[in-house]
Each structure stands twice: as C-alpha cells, then as structure tokens.
C-alpha cells in the first residue's frame, strides 16, 4: 500500500527555521517524484514545487522560488521541506504528494502538517 | 503561469442532484487536467486525471469531460459523502502546475 506520513503539527515563532518531513511507503520511493502544496487557512491549493528523489532534480513555483526548500533523503525515501526564516504569512497546512509516474498530477497525498507561525 | 477559473465558487444541491463544476484554462492544455475532492481537514483526493479517466476506486457518478480550454466535472447523483470542496489542477507544464480556486458543494 502506497503511504505518504508527513511529520507533526509545528508552532513555531517569526524568524525562526523549520523542516518538515514526508516519509514515502509501498512503492519506489526514487522513481516517483515528490510535489508539496501549501493550503492557507479557508484558501485553496497552492503547488510549490517538486523534487525526484532518485537525483534530487528540484523545481519550483515561481512563487516560491527562493522562499523555501525542497530536499530528499532517498536512504531513508523520506522528501523534505524547509525553512529558514518563518514569517507569520508561512501559516498554513502543507501536503506533500506524489506525481504520478508520467503526468504531472498528484495520485497519492500525505495527511499534511499544520505549521502555525506566531509571535 | 497557467491560470485555472473554476465556477461556480460554490453551488447548494439536494442529494439525488446532478451537479456540474467547470473549469477554464487561460491557454489550451489537451487533456492534461485532473480532478480532486477535499473534504475539511483531509488531504485532496484524485478524482478524475486526463481530463475524463475515472482514478481507480472513485465511484461511477463521478465523470470528467473536456479539452482546449474548458472542462467540466459532473456528478449524476449526488450522495452525502459527496459534499466537498472539489479543485481541477492543469497538469500541461511544470512551471508551474496550478489548480483552479474550488468549489464548495454544500448541501441545500
């Protein structure tokens, strides 16, 4: 069975660094890639970027380009996202999901993690 | 970038409705569009891809349509567990993928 846990809920203040995790299961965890999405409080789904853990070949959104990054342990099929200065506008739930093996939709998600940045 | 218009932002039905959500792509993709259902406080769930493939497990009354520019998501019969927020996502380009705003189906 294919799985995606991500790491737990975080509180963490302004400034402050953070990496949160996303642990693939059940499949080839280097041949799939891994995408993480950023949904704020009552908004919609944002896609932020993409990694493939066999290379760790990273793209990202334009928006996010330079905000965050993307990272992948293919030792341990876990991907990551990071931080290294939160501000409050970071709060939100974050999903990491897998692209399917050869279209650029999302067939399998994680169960998010709720970062919450506040002073 | 790739901007998705979903509409209506939200629609009111009764169970048995059939319900139809449309998205529209600001430049043609083919049929590189997929579907989700988001239901509060759980990760999206891929409904539809290419635009009209039903995802393996997803019922029947689900069915997706449409290419170029405008899709369409229908529902035939509108069950309880139905009731969701449903996002459609452009899967053209990489850079970037984008999804439509959503679209609420609450009950009326």
């Known amino acids: 069975e294919v799985q995606l846990v991500q790491s737990g809920a975080e509180v963490k203040k302004p400034g402050e660094s953070l990496k949160i995790s996303c642990k693939g299961s059940?499949?080839?965890?280097?041949?799939?890639?891994i995408g993480w999405v950023r949904q704020m409080p009552g908004k919609g789904l944002e896609w932020m970027g993409i990694?493939?853990?066999?290379?760790?070949?990273?793209r990202y959104s334009p928006s996010f380009q330079g905000q965050v990054t993307i990272s992948a342990d293919k030792s341990i099929s876990t991907a990551y996202l990071q931080w290294s200065s939160l501000k409050a506008s970071d709060t939100a739930m974050y999903y990491c999901?897998?692209?399917?093996?050869?279209?650029?939709?999302?067939?399998?998600w994680g169960q998010g993690t709720l970062v919450t940045v506040s002073s | 970038d790739i901007q998705m218009t979903q509409s209506p932002s939200s629609v009111s039905a009764s169970v048995g409705d059939r319900v139809t959500i449309t998205c529209r792509a600001s430049?043609?993709?083919?049929?590189?569009l997929a579907w989700y259902q988001q239901k509060p406080g759980k990760a999206p769930k891929l409904l539809i891809y290419?635009?009209?493939s039903l995802q393996s497990g997803v019922p029947s009354r689900f069915s997706g349509s449409g290419s170029g520019t405008d899709f369409t998501l229908t529902i035939s019969s509108l069950q309880p567990e139905d009731f969701a927020t449903y996002y459609c996502?452009?899967?053209?380009?990489?850079?970037?993928?984008?999804f439509g705003g959503g679209t609420k189906v609450e009950i009326k």
């Open positions: 999901a897998r692209r399917s093996r050869y279209f650029d939709w999302f067939d399998y």
């Open positions: 059940g499949y080839s965890f280097t041949s799939y890639w």
């Open positions: 990694i493939y853990p066999g290379d760790s070949d990273t």
């Open positions: 290419a635009a009209s």
């Open positions: 996502q452009q899967a053209n380009s990489f850079l970037p993928l984008t």
């Open positions: 430049q043609g993709i083919s049929s590189w």
